[in-house]
């Protein structure tokens, strides 16, 4: 009995020494280190098996989801007619918008948002955590993507590659860690957009003297050392708030990407630099 | 060598359906932490040691498919799955209660512990209710899967049952 217990507390002290080694190697953040070449086989080596299985179960857990959402899917059914209805309106002024969209971009010479060299990614697993909002890609570093890069899908700005090795993770918009610099299309007012648990965005930081309308586009402002492209459509307001001091105004975002449901995406390789001005 | 082999499939099998099949069958936006769930179960069967080593190796590989710092998942699951294997031969019971109690309570210990571990170094962002709500909510969808995972962990870990030797 004796015996047993102390090899069981060795187990232990060995153990907590080792977790000790780790959390202090990872704390160096060393690019080429032990911890950072680890989790670059971790996620060769899951991601390529993540990829097997999610094409067996997607159709699966698919399946199994919507049955969850009939009730909430029903009523967006409901919301959507309605707002087609006025869709249909607005389609046939579309092509007169558009021929005036194309004069103004041509005067200022701003293309479309999505520009550049770009290369299309399949979702194939999303991280492990309830905390962290990531997804993993089927591209790498051998496809010409590197860390930092942007990554948007057609609704949007999706988020930003974190580690780029055979495969791809993506830090996800909606992360409390993820900061984006944001414009508002109405008044060009900039500030920061900054991911919450909840189902908006938070863009902080606004002169309280603006002028918010619900509804109104945020778009990227570029103003974040180049790693978001300006002009990347992020989403909605949905509301607005004076802070406690009144020296600056909250807005809060609906993303224009739904981040349950991504499929494929697409990774700006020329993050960092104006797309249209290359 | 064959066992420890087994268990860690096991664990990246556990990390696989986690990262596929669970994501989309989320209670309330919360996903299942089956690795945290095969740690508990491998502990209650196999004793400390066991759990403490598949705690370890567990909470590593959920750490290195991570942004955040590395090893505190680890850290977690080792002291939980140590923890579990320690109080398990003291409730001399083989009620099928057990097992759903101690991945109910395991899973509350871990996940929480793993998140003051993040706020004690400055990571954790999210406000204190929706942690809160999150490691409930964990804990519950664990307990619900033990019916499930329970049974094949004692399987696998019947099927490798390590020799006893016996020393005069």
């Known amino acids: ?9 060795v187990v232990l002290v060995a153990l907590l020494a080792a977790t000790a080694t780790v959390i202090t190697l990872d704390f160096r953040k060393n690019p080429g280190g ?13 991601a390529p098996l993540q990829d097997g299985i999610g094409k067996v179960f997607r159709p699966i857990g698919d399946f199994l989801s919507s049955l969850s959402q009939i009730g909430s899917l029903r009523d967006e059914n409901q919301r959507l007619k309605a707002e087609l209805s006025g869709l249909e309106a607005d389609r046939r002024r579309f092509p007169e918008v558009l021929r005036e969209n194309q004069r103004l971009l041509d005067l200022i010479g701003q293309k479309d948002w999505v520009q550049g060299k770009t290369v299309g990614a399949r979702v194939i697993g999303t991280g492990p955590s309830n905390q962290e909002w990531t997804i993993f890609l089927d591209k790498g570093a051998a496809d010409g993507i590197s860390e930092d890069m942007s990554v948007v899908s057609a609704e949007g700005l999706v988020g930003r590659v974190t580690l780029a090795g055979s495969y791809s993770k993506v830090r996800l ?25 909840e189902d908006d965005l938070v863009f902080e930081h606004i002169d309280p003297a603006t002028e918010i309308s619900d509804g109104e586009t945020v778009v990227t402002s570029g103003y974040d050392k180049g790693v978001f492209p300006p002009g990347i459509p992020i989403g909605r307001v949905t509301k607005t708030q004076k802070s406690r001091d009144g020296l600056t105004k909250t807005a809060f975002v609906r993303p224009f990407v739904d981040f349950s449901r991504l499929d494929t995406v697409l990774i700006l390789l020329d993050s960092g630099l104006r797309v249209s001005g290359r | 060598m064959r066992r420890s ?24 936006g919360v996903a299942p932490d089956l690795i945290l769930v095969s740690v508990i179960c491998l502990a209650m069967l196999e004793g400390p040691s066991t759990g403490a080593v598949a705690g370890f190796w567990g909470g590593l590989l959920r750490d290195l498919l991570l ?30 209660l057990v097992p759903v109690a101690g991945i109910f309570a395991g899973s509350l210990v871990g996940s929480a512990l793993f998140e003051v571990l993040q706020a004690l170094l400055g990571q954790q962002q999210l406000p204190f209710d929706h942690q809160l709500r999150v490691v409930g909510l964990t804990a519950i969808y664990n307990t619900l899967l033990t019916p499930f995972v329970y049974p094949l962990v004692k399987r696998i870990s019947g099927a490798y049952k390590r020799e006893k030797v016996y020393r005069w």
């Open chain 1, 173 to 197: 918009l909606v992360d409390p860690r993820h900061s984006v610099g944001a414009r508002l299309t109405g008044s060009g007012e900039t500030g920061v957009i900054t991911g919450s648990s």
């Open chain 2, 67 to 96: 942004d955040s710092p590395k090893g505190l998942t680890g850290l977690s699951y080792l002291v939980v799955g140590y923890a579990v294997g320690t109080v398990r031969p003291y409730l001399q019971t083989t009620s099928v």
């Open chain 1, 34 to 46: 032990p911890i950072r070449r680890a989790q670059d086989i971790a996620v060769s080596v899951v």
């Open chain 2, 5 to 28: 082999l087994v268990f860690l499939l096991a664990m990246l099998t556990a990390a696989l359906l986690q990262t596929t099949v669970f994501s989309q069958l989320t209670l309330f």
């Open chain 1, 1 to 9: 009995m004796y015996r047993r217990s102390t090899r069981q507390r």
